[in-house]
């Protein structure tokens, strides 16, 4: 199994040092030719603005969605939430738009208010993850097929719908490596 790691932009050498440390090969992904051979894509947190051109520039919004299509598992934190969004609140920035959701950015306000908290995350109900939110953003609404993973405040947080997962918090800012290593259940 190898997972890619979308290397444009934010925290990706995290994600990059999560999976190294569960084990699992990984690379980053800078170009469309860099996701052949990989199982499944991460999209890490950053500037989803910024994230979103780059994709536009070059190409990878659209081989990103073809792969999608056929099934690769994509998991999105934070700024990869959004992209993945359907639907931003106030924003025709570009996306992905593979998720029935619709977003609000910066939700819990800007980096001064950034926070940490611990949270269920229903695929492991035994003891909360550790959320660490920055400038994070909030599922604003479901459709039908999505899953609601957790809540923070009544604030949706974490989502999944089929192979498509998302957290508005950035795991690989922890030590906990359970939010990983349940989006590797996804990848067949």
């Known amino acids: 199994m190898t997972i890619g790691v ?3 932009q934010g925290d990706f050498a995290k994600h990059l040092a999560m999976l190294t440390r569960i084990g699992v090969d990984s690379r980053e992904v800078r170009k469309p030719s860099d996701l052949d051979g990989v199982d499944a894509l ?11 051109k780059l994709m536009a520039r070059y190409g990878l919004d659209t081989a990103i969605r073809a792969r999608a299509k056929r099934g690769m598992p ?15 609140e106030g924003s025709r920035q570009p996306r992905l738009g593979l998720m029935d959701i619709a977003v609000v950015r910066n939700a819990f306000g800007r980096q001064i208010e950034s ?31 999505v899953q609601v993973l957790s809540t923070f405040d009544s604030k949706i947080v974490a989502v999944q719908q089929g192979n498509l997962l998302a957290t508005a918090f950035h795991p690989e800012l922890t030590d906990d490596t359970r939010v990983h290593r349940y989006f590797l259940t996804l990848v067949k």
């Open 6 to 8: 979308l290397a444009l």
């Open 42 to 52: 991460i999209i890490p947190g950053g500037e989803s603005t910024t994230i979103g």
């Open 74 to 88: 994509i998991y999105g934190t934070c700024a990869g939430l959004i992209l993945l969004a359907k639907e931003i």
């Open 115 to 145: 926070f940490e908290a611990d949270i269920l995350f229903a695929p492991t109900p035994d003891q909360p993850v550790r959320g660490v939110f920055i400038r994070a953003p909030i599922v604003s609404r479901v459709k039908e097929g």
